[in-house]
């Protein structure tokens, strides 16, 4: 089942703009991951935050995680055209040992106007 | 890293027959995943398959239409049973290199049932 919401679902900014994408998850959890997945192909790995983690950086990502409010956000900042694509998070569940799949979040379909 | 090659691509198939679909890794993996992504919305998880034994189903997902293979630690199948146009979907594998960290993903199977 989801675990959670994505919001927003869909956004659509302009080249150079920073896009900010929120996920909320229900249950307790090792770590959250972000993933790409551009036009119904295989999903890209974009960072791993655990949940002793409040925030993490790569390039041009931003992910903060709340476990207080069981939610995350990913700021890509100077978004291009190639960024165009749909965005996921991902929970790990605490249980498990990490024995267990992903539960991921919607989605949001981030399109980069040029 | 992991490299998953997942055949086939992508496939048009009749009501009422079966497809399998062959993940194949480049390493040696304890846990192989398989997801379902419905047109438009986010991946689930069907079922976790470990290697000597049966593979484990969420709910929602009986082997009778999932059958899984997971003959070594490289090689893993899912077969789509007795298909139906609901059964139309993305389907990925996927693996973990260690506990807990980044999963990667084969570039799905696109399957569309007519």
């Known amino acids: 089942s989801q675990q959670g919401e994505e919001d927003p679902q869909a956004l659509s900014i302009q080249e150079g703009e920073n896009a900010t994408m929120n996920c909320s998850y229900k249950t307790s959890i090792n770590n959250l991951q972000w993933y790409r997945q551009n036009s119904g192909r295989g999903l890209v790995h974009l960072i791993l935050i655990r949940s002793n983690e409040r925030e993490k950086h790569s390039g041009r990502l931003r992910v903060t995680l709340d476990t207080s409010k069981k939610s995350s956000s990913l700021l890509i900042t100077a978004s291009r055209a190639a960024d165009t694509a749909s965005y996921f998070c991902a929970t790990a569940p605490r249980e498990g040992g990490g024995a267990d799949g992903l539960t991921f979040g919607k989605g949001t379909h981030l399109i980069i106007q040029p | 890293s992991a490299v998953i090659s997942q055949k086939p691509s992508r496939d048009i198939c009749q009501r009422g027959t079966s497809l399998t679909i062959q993940c194949q890794v480049d390493?040696?993996?304890?846990?192989m995943f398989w997801y379902r992504q419905q047109p438009g919305q986010s991946l689930t998880l069907i079922a976790t398959a470990n290697q000597g034994s049966e593979a484990t189903y969420e709910s929602g997902f009986v082997i009778d239409k999932f059958p899984i293979s997971r003959p070594n630690l490289t090689f893993s199948t899912l077969t789509v049973s007795n298909m139906s146009p609901e059964d139309s979907s993305i389907y990925l594998c996927?693996?973990?290199?260690?506990?807990?960290?980044?999963?990667?993903f084969g570039q799905g199977t696109r399957l569309t049932v007519v």
């Open positions: 996927s693996v973990t290199g260690q506990l807990n960290t980044e999963a990667f």
């Open positions: 390493s040696q993996v304890t846990m």
